[in-house]
């Protein structure tokens, strides 16, 4: 089984730049057809798609992030790895990774039932 772990420093001021790492075990992030995503959900406010990157290394982002975003994949840590840039309170939020295919890419989703695995999440708080 798949296993999705995702990983942060918790509190980030505003203005820096958040990294959050998600580890993978029991399957590797090269492996065909799968597309590894970056979704959130700030408090009180609906999950949102962040971007992906796909088992052979392009990536994916929304529209409304990707200014801020990138997303990178570490091959001997089988780790996905999401940069966000310039955080503001509003970027406070609980961030999951998740693998799935590319229609989770495609529909941009937010809905658990189509991805095939999904993290615990991890906690960030932009605060001074």
């Known amino acids: 089984q798949v296993r999705l772990q995702e990983s942060g420093p918790g509190l980030v001021k505003p203005s820096q730049e958040l990294s959050l790492d998600c580890a993978v075990s029991?399957?590797?992030?090269?492996?065909?057809?799968?597309?590894w995503s970056w979704i959130r959900q700030p408090p009180g406010k609906r999950l949102e798609w962040m971007g992906a990157?796909?088992?052979?290394?392009?990536?994916y982002y929304s529209e409304t992030l990707k200014s801020r975003t990138s997303i990178s994949r570490d091959i001997t840590k089988n780790q996905i790895t999401l940069h966000l840039r310039s955080v503001t309170p509003e970027d406070t939020a609980m961030y999951y990774c998740?693998?799935?295919?590319?229609?989770?890419?495609?529909?941009?989703?937010?809905?658990?039932?189509?991805?095939?695995?999904w993290g615990q999440g991890t906690q960030v708080t932009v605060s001074s």
């Open positions: 998740a693998r799935g295919t590319i229609v989770t890419v495609t529909k941009e989703s937010t809905t658990r039932g189509m991805y095939n695995d």
């Open positions: 029991g399957g590797s992030i090269l492996a065909n057809e799968y597309y």
């Open positions: 990157i796909s088992y052979f290394g392009k990536t």
